[in-house]
């Protein structure tokens, strides 16, 4: 494909996530192979300053957005707009300023904000699908599923069934990307036009290179935001029957009090370890000085696993939650572990064995690796965008 022009945009959440690194990844992968990226960008920083009907009208339609981009457009002439995370500054009035510009739209569906109000299936501390294919998602603003307030789950219930009235997302969007096909099955289920959903995983980029064959690891690990539906309750209560195996717990989020006081009320300050975010470097090199990592995100709280194909391509195995997407990525005896999810005690049975078995466990880590390889290196995961990109290009020309 000829070298194009590419819009890229993205509102950045207050919490960093796996979003923000497919962003920022994918930006660079597309400016190495010669194309040229401008990009638009909010962050929810300014959401501290806004009133919160100000933030309901903006999460609906943001004047704004559609004038900024308009100019940007008139200037820049993108070839493809690419959109990462639109909610809630962006909005959808940024597919009006691409379609009165002839500009085609590609929207990523990195989380399943358009199925679930709270955007992780999760309530009550398990899978929660009541929402799912329902307009207007009521039962989510009852139970206050978004931030735990009934008022803003319930601007963002309006805000959904507004864009699904009036058929935005099947007429504004030419191509959504998701990044599983698990995924790709609920968003028809959801309602959205299946020939629109497109496939592509996510990639890790730049290769960081596996770890030796001599690294056995010195403990397991833990790499994910410290909110309830990652499952970390689950992980402390299977520790309290692994308190001679080391734990690093790297990550910041709700629970970090929580965790602190699990710590010390079962005597565990030493055995499991408060890392916090580190910089790329450092992570990668928390990845290969582990035995293996373990996931245990409950329900489908989890639209890929950026964190479980990180540690596939630094060679080390994955121990992970049998369901949703965990169950596609992590091969059970190949390339990990399954436990029953929501099963501490299925949990510490597995961690068990693992620390047990270094000779098992590091076959499977270079069989995670090889998973890696085929499947989620950069080189793979640009032919698969281009493909996208191009169909998106001559889909519009056709239409025009």
Not at 64 to 74: C, D, P, V
Not at 85 to 108: E, H, K, M, W
Not at 254 to 263: A, D, H, K, M, S
Not at 309 to 334: H, L, M, N, Q, R
């Amino acid at each position: 494909m000829d070298k194009i022009k590419v819009l890229y945009s993205h509102n950045y959440y207050l919490q960093p996530g796996g979003e923000d690194t497919t962003f920022t990844s994918e930006v660079s992968l597309l400016r190495d192979n010669g194309h040229e990226v401008f990009e638009y960008i909010e962050h929810n920083r300014r959401i501290e300053k806004m009133n919160r009907i100000s933030l309901a009208l903006k999460a609906h339609w943001s004047r704004e957005t559609y004038h900024k981009l308009t100019n940007l457009i008139s200037k820049e002439r993108p070839d493809i707009a690419h959109f990462q995370n639109t909610f809630p500054l962006i909005s959808p009035s940024a597919y009006y300023a691409c379609r009165d510009a002839g500009v085609p739209v590609i929207q990523a569906l990195q989380n399943p904000r358009l199925l679930c109000p709270s955007a992780n299936f999760y309530r009550a501390g398990g899978l929660c699908q009541d929402c799912l294919g329902k307009t207007p998602p009521w039962h989510g603003v009852i139970h206050g599923c978004y931030h735990g307030s009934p008022l803003q789950t319930m601007a963002v219930a309006s805000m959904l069934s507004l864009h699904r009235w009036l058929k935005i997302y099947e007429t504004k969007v030419d191509f959504f990307i998701v990044v599983m096909d698990f995924y790709r099955r609920k968003f028809i289920e959801g309602g959205l036009p299946a020939a629109k959903l497109l496939v592509k995983p996510h990639f890790i980029y730049p290769d960081p290179g596996s770890r030796s064959d001599q690294q056995q690891g010195e403990y397991a690990l833990f790499v994910n935001r410290l909110n309830p539906e990652k499952g970390i309750r689950k992980l402390l209560a299977a520790w309290e029957n692994l308190k001679d195996i080391p734990l690093k717990i790297m990550g910041s989020g709700q629970l970090e009090g929580e965790i602190n006081q699990f710590r010390q009320a079962h005597v565990l300050s030493t055995t499991i370890e408060m890392v916090g975010r580190l910089s790329r470097d450092e992570l990668m090199k928390g990845y290969k000085d582990a035995r293996f990592f373990v996931w245990p995100s409950e329900g489908y709280s989890e639209t890929f696993g950026y964190v479980a194909v990180e540690s596939f391509s630094c060679g080390v195995p994955v121990i992970a939650s049998g369901i949703g997407v965990a169950k596609d990525i992590v091969t059970d005896g190949i390339t990990g572990l399954h436990f029953n999810s929501g099963d501490p005690d299925d949990l510490a049975a597995k961690v068990r064995w693992a620390w047990e078995h270094p000779v098992e466990i590091a076959e499977m880590g270079r069989n995670a690796r090889r998973e890696y390889e085929e499947k989620y290196t950069a080189e793979r995961n640009y032919g698969l965008l281009m493909e996208i990109y191009q169909k998106a290009i001559l889909s519009k020309r056709e239409k025009a």
